[in-house]
């Protein structure tokens, strides 16, 4: 009975982390992708990257969550012929719209890299993304039939595997042809053709990642079909919806959800189009790609990677708040609520202080100890850091307002802190010309009023009130005092250490000691510890001084 426990407490882990572990390794690709193709190579990488990531926004999370709650909801009455029918509806939809937004991608390319981002040379990336799309569309198609099936686990191994498949084809793409690049910007004089050359076998390795998983999803729909060829002889359907109902029923579905979730991601490809203007403005634009490849290529996936490791102590929670709200426990829908939110503060907090303090290690990891872009990206890390704590929170609460089916909210929320960082990045780089630390300012505005206003209107339906002390102010104060006794352990070891050493003993020590404060100030107790690697050292410790 325990082992079965286990099986299935693992198989619910690896398919409520599948999405946040991808993002992860998204993040993480780019860290040495700038090391094999530069950070050029990443500046002119990344129009196409993002927009490739917008695009399938719509044709593979929106259909793929749209063709799942329609499919799952006639599975469950036996409507076998028409949730087929949603399939096959969904099929024609998104191979067609798929097909129009890899035409626009392909044809639209020099208009994208000179007018919009203002890279001329980002153009071969861009067209490179376009077929991507295309075959994004039908994954996400196929993910959404498995799991209103459901067969969650199928779709989290193939975002494993596409993901995978992503980080080794983008590597060895952006080496190959960043060779190639070589030879042609020795030829023609011009040593930033190497670079988009990189760029572009980098995207060509997102499309082979694309072929990769579809193909492993068409694999196991032909081995699953058959499981399912006697359903249709059980239909229990009244009657056979018609495409245009069903068709109806998708646009409804996919479209408030797409709309939110790309207004919520828009904001880095606008802000490279604002960052390059202002570079160009104050007479940098030779070091204008440079500098965004270090900020989308460093910078960024330091902060979304200490974020993401923040969400998955709250994302298995969101699940459990809305089960309690559906089945009107609410007692226990706040008192998870609490969980989750002390939850977030307990990881967020020192993750996002531990960021900042090591911001010139992690800067030497990346570059080395005495080039100038080392110094701009320590500055960064340190200015921006708040940023993961922000995130922490927005994502709980936009999960918590799409899991109950607030989806007007959601959108409200997204168009709202959208808005506000536009007009922000818009004064402050564009006229203010005050570039990176203009960017950080409209982002902390961005996640800022996306975070009240989330929780806000989540509010006014779940009626929370956070207990102050123990879930935000406690866990606040245990962070910063463990984040100094990081800061000076920095200072001890940063002349007779690695900066790698540096880390690793810094973060062990800060973790240390964030856990014992959280102990004496009561924030966590023997329940939680007794869930902690090592949990038992601190109920020792807790049990001796008396906290126990």
């Known amino acids: 009975m325990n082992i079965q426990w286990m099986a299935k407490n693992l198989k619910n882990r690896i398919v409520l982390s599948a999405g946040i572990v991808s993002y992860m390794l998204l993040l993480f690709l780019r860290i040495p992708l700038s090391r094999v193709i530069g950070d050029e190579g ?24 749209a063709v799942s709650g329609i499919i799952r909801y006639r599975v469950k009455r036996e409507r076998y012929r028409n949730a ?8 024609v939809m998104n191979l067609v719209l798929g097909t129009v937004m890899a035409a626009f991608l392909l044809f639209f390319s020099s208009w994208i890299a000179e007018t919009l981002v203002l890279e001329r040379l980002s153009r071969m990336a861009v067209m490179a993304a376009a077929p991507s799309v295309f075959f994004a569309a039908l994954i996400g198609l196929f993910r959404g039939y498995f799991n209103g099936y459901g067969m969650g686990v199928l779709t989290a191994h193939s975002q494993y595997i596409e993901k995978l498949a992503m980080f080794v084809g983008a590597i060895l793409g952006g080496r190959a042809f960043y060779a190639y690049g070589q030879k042609v910007a020795a030829l023609l ?15 060509l390795g997102v499309f082979i990642s694309q072929v990769i998983a579809l193909l492993h999803l068409l694999v196991v729909y032909v081995i699953y079909a058959g499981a399912f060829k006697g359903r249709p002889g059980q239909d229990n359907s009244r009657r056979a919806e018609t495409r245009f109902e069903i068709q109806r029923m998708l646009v409804v579905n996919m479209v408030p959800l797409s709309a939110a979730a790309v207004l919520s991601n828009l904001f880095m490809i606008v802000d490279q189009r604002y960052f390059n203007y202002c570079m160009n403005v104050t007479e940098q634009g030779s070091v204008r790609t440079a500098q965004w490849g270090c900020y ?15 969400c998955l102590f709250v994302h298995g929670l969101t699940g459990k708040i809305c089960n309690a709200y559906e089945r009107e426990e609410y007692r226990s829908m ?17 993750a996002a202080i531990y960021l900042a303090v090591l911001g010139k290690p992690f800067a030497v990891c990346c570059y080395g100890r005495t080039t100038a872009q080392s110094a701009v990206l320590a500055g960064w890390i340190s200015k921006g850091a708040v940023l993961a704590v922000l995130f922490t929170f927005c994502f709980l609460f936009g999960q918590l ?48 009023v996306y975070m009240v206003l989330s929780f806000v209107l989540l509010n006014r339906r779940v009626k929370y009130r956070p207990d102050w002390f123990v879930s935000i102010l406690f866990p606040l104060g245990a962070a910063a005092v463990s984040g100094l006794v990081v800061y000076l352990l920095n200072l001890l070891l940063s002349g007779v250490a690695g900066a790698v050493v540096c880390i690793v003993l810094s973060l062990i020590v800060g973790v240390f000691f ?35």
Do not use: W
């Open 84 to 91: 087929s029918k949603v399939f096959k509806t969904a099929f």
């Open 296 to 310: 989308y290529g460093k910078f960024a996936p330091l902060v979304g990677i200490c974020a993401a490791v923040s």
């Open 334 to 350: 706040r008192e998870r609520m609490s969980r989750a939110v002390r939850n977030a503060s307990i990881v967020s907090f020192p």
């Open 42 to 65: 990443v500046g002119l990488f990344a129009p196409a990257f993002e927009l490739f990531l917008l695009t399938t926004l719509v044709i593979s999370y929106g259909m793929s969550n």
């Open 401 to 448: 307002l799409y899991k109950m089916r607030m989806t007007r909210e959601l959108f409200l929320a997204s168009a709202a802190s959208f808005a506000v960082h536009l007009a922000a990045a818009y004064f402050m780089t564009q006229r203010g010309h005050m570039g990176a630390d203009g960017l950080f300012a409209a982002l902390i505005l961005f996640f800022g």
């Open 189 to 203: 004089q011009v040593e930033a053709h190497s670079y988009a050359y990189g760029a572009l076998g980098a995207m």
């Open 514 to 548: 964030h856990i014992f404060f959280l102990v004496i100030l009561r924030v966590i107790g023997e329940t939680e510890l007794h869930d902690m690697p090592l949990g038992f050292v601190f109920i020792m410790l807790g049990r001796t001084i008396g906290v126990l």
